[in-house]
């Protein structure tokens, strides 16, 4: 590697440097070497790699203007990536800047320091470096917070997309997904804990990935509809987001009418880092299915890569529903929920669903062994008396006792698909524990219970 740089202080010039050929906006150099162009004039610097391409752009403020993958650019006018925070109803991002950005260039990264921006009465001081990694393109940001602040939303960072109809959906690193067929209102929000998309359109070459490599922290993102325009938001926080909605439960995922997902959230003052991985993998093979002769084979591809999935409502909460359903339930005597993933074939599914089994584990089974049948984000249908506060609980019309068989069922499935003999020891106990549940019923024994 060259370790020729340049320091760029805006406005006076953006000076270019190894691997830089004249250019402006347009289709990314499919297949060609990583490059680094950067216009003086207009104060962007553009970085390609293979089939994708991002524009920075310094007038002002410091965000992506441009994303492409391949010839699409999802990004509208007056959209792109950026870094803010909200509080209260006020946003203060990196799109406004205290002073000018500062550019350190290398042959195949760089850095810009000085990205300042107000925050209520304080500023926020942020670092960006963009570096090739293989065929992607990585985006650090670190930021520090000179006092702890009560944070409304998160930007770490935000995309903005052009229209809700650039893509068809967004699969999850849970295993899930975002189905924008679903985001049929002019204001809603879905906010999952999860630090993988990979966004997605039928009959594209590639899909653009977007994933957080996060230092220490709790990742989660939100994808927000406003007019016909998707944000898709990452948030670092230094514990686990909690929900705003409802107001006596705190687990509504999927919320019209705002974007405001999330509760309030205390930050410490100090310094904060998120990696992004951002890359464009071939549609083909992130979605594909192989060859199927005498059904339809995209039909059968697309089902397995919206319906079937919509059952994850968020990481540690699998079932057969769906997150969009008005009040989220999950029953937990569905005894096919890791079947699915036969099906669906992603290891983001194997590895999620044994979390989220983990967690019923932990948390749903009584201590007589009973194991409770529902989870939801209301208490609506629940039995009087029977609700936690994680949201378990028995359906109004009495208790369903299958929830015990199925639980071990899913079990053996899951175990089945991932081949984790260590995991697998470590449901002995439960599973014996809510099968003796059952063989305790039969007390006249004859095999009923």
Not at 12 to 27: K, W, Y
Not at 132 to 154: C, H, M, Y
Not at 321 to 334: D, V
Request: charged share 20%; proline share 3%.
């Amino acid at each position: 590697m060259s370790h020729r740089i340049r320091h760029w202080i805006i406005p006076v010039a953006i000076l270019c440097v190894t691997r830089i050929a004249a250019g402006g906006a347009g289709d990314a150099d499919e297949g060609g070497a990583p490059a680094i162009r950067a216009d003086g004039a207009k104060r962007t610097i553009r970085l390609e790699n293979g089939r994708l391409g991002l524009r920075i752009n310094l007038n002002g403020g410091c965000r992506l203007d441009s994303i492409w993958i391949g010839s699409k650019s999802p990004v509208g006018t007056g959209q792109g990536a950026y870094s803010g925070i909200r509080m209260g109803p006020v946003w203060y991002t990196s799109r406004s800047l205290r002073g000018d950005p500062r550019v350190l260039s290398g042959e195949d990264s760089v850095s810009i320091s000085n990205i300042r921006y107000s925050c209520g009465d304080t500023v926020v001081d942020e670092s960006w470096t963009f570096a090739f990694d293989g065929e992607s393109i990585l985006w650090t940001i670190d930021r520090v917070l000179p006092k702890a602040l009560n944070i409304d939303g998160n930007a770490f960072p935000a995309f903005g997309f052009g229209s809700i109809r650039e893509f068809d959906a967004a699969l999850l690193g849970n295993g899930g997904v975002a189905w924008f067929r679903l985001f049929n209102d002019t204001a809603l929000a879905y906010g999952v804990h999860t630090d993988l998309l990979k966004f997605w359109k039928a009959g594209d070459e590639c899909c653009l990935e977007i994933g957080s490599r996060q230092v220490g922290g709790s990742s989660a993102v939100t994808l927000s509809r406003a007019d016909s325009s998707l944000t898709c938001a990452f948030s670092l926080s230094p514990s686990e987001l909690a929900y705003r909605f409802d107001s006596t439960t705190h687990r509504r995922r999927f919320i019209r009418g705002s974007a405001d997902v999330w509760q309030t959230t205390g930050y410490p003052a100090g310094h904060y880092r998120q990696v992004l991985r951002i890359s464009s993998p071939s549609a083909q093979d992130e979605l594909g299915r192989g060859t199927f002769r005498g059904i339809d084979g995209e039909a059968v591809t697309s089902i397995l890569n919206t319906i079937a999935r919509l059952g994850v409502i968020d990481s540690r909460h699998y079932g057969g529903n769906s997150w969009h359903t008005p009040y989220g339930p999950i029953c937990l005597h569905e005894q096919y929920i890791a079947q699915f993933n036969v099906a669906i074939d992603d290891v983001n599914y194997t590895a999620g669903y044994a979390k989220c089994l983990d967690y019923y584990r932990d948390h749903a089974i009584l201590p007589d062994g009973r194991v409770k049948s529902r989870w939801a984000y209301t208490d609506e249908d629940a039995m009087p008396g029977t609700a936690d506060t994680l949201g378990f609980y028995e359906a109004q019309w009495g208790i369903l006792l299958d929830s015990n068989p199925d639980f071990v069922i899913n079990v053996a499935d899951e175990f089945d698909q991932s081949g984790d003999v260590a995991w697998l020891r470590t449901h002995k106990q439960s599973c014996e524990k809510v099968l003796d549940f059952m063989l305790n019923r039969d007390t006249d024994r004859d095999s009923l219970v």
